[in-house]
């Protein structure tokens, strides 16, 4: 398993895990996966970084952030279905937080009805900061 810094030319497959997670935390964005890539490309051409985790020559879990000035936004933590509970998630939190995000905070915005990602990132030892509400 190696973490690296992803590739403009990662956008289509990273689409497709992105794609994954929209189904898997049920959020209603419609895009289908030309968009999806389109948007990618669009992220890592400009304001967005991305690390990837590869396993035998696999991206298996990506986290795609950027840097807000006085933090880090991480809009994105993906593990692909069939490598979860595993600790690749916690791994690539590990390593970003020692060798990438060692100066600010970082924040993320969570579906509040997405328990299972609540409770992980509440475990790694994120706390709420604001409730965004929506109607």
């Given at each position: 398993m190696?973490i690296?810094?992803a590739e403009?030319?990662?956008?289509?497959?990273?689409?497709?895990l992105?794609?994954?997670?929209?189904?898997?935390?049920?959020?209603p964005?419609?895009m289908d996966i030309a968009?999806l890539?389109e948007r990618m490309?669009a992220w890592?051409a400009?304001d967005?970084i991305?690390?990837i985790v590869?396993?035998?020559g696999?991206?298996?879990?990506?986290?795609?952030y950027r840097d807000?000035g006085?933090?880090?936004?991480?809009?994105?933590l993906?593990?692909?279905?069939?490598?979860?509970?595993k600790?690749?998630?916690?791994q690539?939190?590990?390593w970003?937080?020692?060798?990438?995000?060692?100066?600010?905070?970082?924040?993320?915005?969570?579906l509040?009805h997405n328990e299972?990602?609540v409770?992980?990132?509440?475990?790694?030892?994120?706390?709420v900061?604001v409730?965004?509400?929506?109607r």
């Open positions: 190696e690296v810094k403009l030319t990662d956008a289509d497959v990273l689409a497709k992105n794609k994954h997670l929209i189904e898997d935390e049920r959020h964005n419609p968009e890539t490309r890592l400009t967005y991305c690390y590869r396993k035998n696999h991206i298996i879990a990506y986290c795609l807000d006085g933090h880090y936004y991480m809009r994105q993906y593990v692909d279905r069939t490598h979860r509970r600790g690749i998630a916690t690539l939190l590990d970003l937080y020692e060798n990438v995000w060692t100066d600010k905070k970082v924040r993320l915005d969570v509040a299972d990602a409770a992980f990132y509440k475990r790694y030892g994120f706390r900061g409730y965004r509400m929506e």
